[in-house]
């Protein structure tokens, strides 16, 4: 289940709307799916009055489920831990700032940005834990570890050594963390 975040799209959405149904102190509405998302999927539109205007919001959601009030009960009980890594993730891959005005291409965006993240966590888990940057997060990662100047020299197509600019102030630390990362 996830929340849309196009406030146009949404209000698009609101106006294929048949029947709003009252949950708590908004609406609830379904339409059919405005895009074909490779498997079966609903969404859900919420409306909800402010200062005696609409407001409206979609969420999309792949689970089976009997009624709208099910999924909106669902989607209030989740935590916060996608909250919290989107918000790290936004930061240190710097995402607020890139946006794509084409669905596919910010589709393709998001693709490539799902494989940084995983790159980044998997460099974290094999590198940098029970190192000195064990408590860094990805916007120090990229911040501070990753833009240190040097060279991978290769040899036969095998990695034989990893020289870092010595003047950075993380070198020394760093290369031993990227020597045990490519050795892995």
């Not at 009960?73 to 916060?80: K, P, T, V």
């Amino acid at each position: 289940m996830m929340k849309g975040t196009s406030n146009r799209r949404a209000k698009a959405l609101a106006k294929q709307v048949r029947r709003w149904d009252p949950y708590e102190d908004y609406w609830l509405g379904e339409v059919e799916p405005p895009v074909n998302y490779g498997r079966p999927v609903r969404v859900f539109i919420k409306r909800r009055k402010k200062k005696d205007v609409f407001h409206h919001s979609y969420y999309v959601s792949s689970l089976s489920l009997p009624c709208k009030s099910h999924f909106m009960a669902l989607y209030n009980q989740r935590g916060g831990a996608e909250v919290e890594q989107f918000r790290s993730d936004k930061n240190g891959l710097h995402l607020e700032v890139r946006r794509k005005h084409n669905f596919y291409a910010q589709k393709g965006f998001i693709l490539i940005n799902d494989l940084a993240h995983n790159l980044l966590a998997d460099f974290y888990h094999r590198a940098l834990l029970g190192s000195r940057f064990e408590t860094y997060g990805i916007k120090r990662i990229v911040r501070d570890l990753l833009r240190t100047p040097g060279n991978l020299v290769f040899e036969q197509g095998n990695l034989v050594r990893i020289e870092l600019l010595s003047k950075k102030q993380f070198s020394k630390d760093l290369a031993i963390c990227l020597e045990r990362y490519c050795s892995g």
